[in-house]
């Protein structure tokens, strides 16, 4: 089945940048996600990507999509302390019509004061 | 804005119980899923429904079985929990089409099988 990666921990300051990436292995994906799950609840929707553009941006967040290494990044610009949580990367399967969703393991980004 | 709400955030129960995670929606959306979230593995996905009495099985369906009787409602169902089911179930609803398909979560159920 089609998989989708991502490292399991990250570090920063809070103040600094963070960069979360993801790769996956789904040519035929349209759209990609990314998810915010905090401690002890459901996973909240932070933005999406369609396939056919490269960047994104929402406020402080900036999702880079490079489609041809079916790489996938998301930077927070001026971290902060409530963003300290778990994000999952996913993407719709594209040639299924499951309209499921294929999710990485999670990274865990702890913001240290 | 999207609702989803799940019946129980936390259950123990012992080997061999049948158990039921309930899943409501409050609106007429027609995709609903469960998935199991486990450390290190991410969302894995059990069961998915397009409409009304309609189920496909996911990724990871041994030992579990769904219902929709209802559109609002899916229902998860552990004929005869095991220790190995213990995990976070989380159930979502989809918004759009086989390419496009938003999900939104409810805040999980953490099954914890004795």
Request: glycine content about 8%; some cysteine.
């Amino acid at each position: 089945g089609e998989d989708v990666e991502q490292s399991l921990f990250l570090s920063v300051r809070e103040g600094d940048s963070s960069v979360i990436n993801c790769t996956y292995t789904d040519s035929s994906s349209t759209y990609l996600y990314w998810y915010k799950q905090e401690p002890g609840a459901g996973l909240q929707l932070l933005t999406y990507i369609f396939s056919n553009m490269d960047m994104k941006q929402d406020q402080r967040l900036t999702v880079l999509l490079n489609k041809k290494d079916k790489h996938l990044s998301l930077r927070i610009a001026d971290t902060q302390t409530g963003d300290s949580a778990i994000y999952f990367c996913a993407e719709i399967e594209g040639n299924t019509g499951r309209r499921a969703l294929t999710f990485g393991s999670g990274t865990r980004l702890q913001v240290q004061p | 804005d999207v609702k989803v709400t799940q019946s129980s955030r936390y259950l123990v129960k012992r080997t061999g119980e049948k158990v039921f995670l309930e899943c409501v929606q409050d609106m007429d959306h027609e995709n609903m899923f469960w998935y199991r979230q486990d450390p290190g593995l991410g969302l894995r996905l059990i069961y998915f429904s397009y409409d009304v009495k309609m189920k496909e099985k996911g990724d990871i369906p041994e030992g579990y079985s769904v219902s929709r009787e209802k559109k609002e409602r899916f229902s998860l169902i552990l004929e005869s929990a095991s220790t190995n089911q213990t995990s976070m179930y989380l159930c979502a609803i989809g918004l759009g089409t086989a390419n496009k398909n938003i999900q939104y979560f409810g805040a999980g159920t953490r099954l914890s099988v004795l």
